[in-house]
Each structure stands twice: as structure tokens, then as C-alpha cells.
Nanobody, 122 residues
Framework: QVQLVESGGGLVQAGGSLRLSCTAS????????MVWFRQAPGKEREFVAG???????DYTDSVKGRFTIFRDNEKNTAYLRMNSLKPEDTAVYYC????????????????WGQGTQVTVSS
């Protein structure tokens, strides 16, 4: 039974930071790519960042230089460190997992966390 459990969301002012976490169970964690998507009300779910089983990373252009994805395989956890947050980062953030390689399309993923709300005030 694959489960992804997210935490770390909250409300911060613009310029602040948050660290999201996603802990996986039911998989051999090191064999799976871990990714973050986000979805704001009325908008499509969009790719934010991903890390492959080998540690290669991908970011959407809007977060490059501000967000960092990393993983701790010993803890079966992926993290998204978000710095210099902007109001346009406000969304529900979802982690997802698939075997080995990162894909940029949400439909590529079968396993999803429950979502965690990130709200950035101006």
C-alpha cells in the first residue's frame, strides 16, 4: 500500500520561507522519483520541482533560484525548501511519486499526497 504524507505548509509573508516534506511508505524509496506539483484555485495543476531516484533535479522556471528539492533516502522523505516566497506561490502543494525518473506532467503519476496549503501574503 503506497502512501505519501505531506506536511509543512502554512501562511507566510512575501519573502519568507517554508520547508515542505513528503514521506513515502510502501515503496523502495530510492527507486522512485519524487516531485511536487501545485494547484491554485481555478488553475491547472502545475509541475514545481522533482528529484529522480539518482538525485537529478528539475524545476519550473518560476521557482528556479528560490526553491530546492532534496531527498533523504534513509528517512524515505523528500523535501521542498521554498525561499523568497511570493504571493503567486500560493497554492495547494502536492507531492507525487513514480518509478525512477521525473516527468513534468501530472498524469504521469499514480501516487499522490493529500496536499498541503501554502499561502503567501503580500
Amino acid at each position: 500500500q503506497v502512501q505519501l504524507v505531506e506536511s509543512g505548509g502554512g501562511l507566510v509573508q512575501a519573502g519568507g520561507s517554508l520547508r515542505l516534506s513528503c514521506t513515502a511508505s510502501g515503496v523502495t524509496f530510492s527507486n522512485y522519483a519524487m516531485v511536487w506539483f501545485r494547484q491554485a484555485p481555478g488553475k491547472e495543476r502545475e509541475f514545481v520541482a522533482g528529484i529522480s531516484g539518482r538525485g537529478s533535479t528539475d524545476y519550473t522556471d518560476s521557482v528556479k533560484g528560490r526553491f530546492t528539492i532534496f531527498r533523504d533516502n534513509e528517512k524515505n522523505t523528500a523535501y521542498l525548501r521554498m525561499n523568497s516566497l511570493k504571493p503567486e506561490d500560493t497554492a495547494v502543494y502536492y507531492c507525487a511519486a513514480k518509478y525512477f525518473v521525473v516527468e513534468l506532467t501530472a498524469t504521469s503519476y499514480s501516487y499522490w499526497g493529500q496536499g498541503t496549503q501554502v499561502t503567501v501574503s503580500s
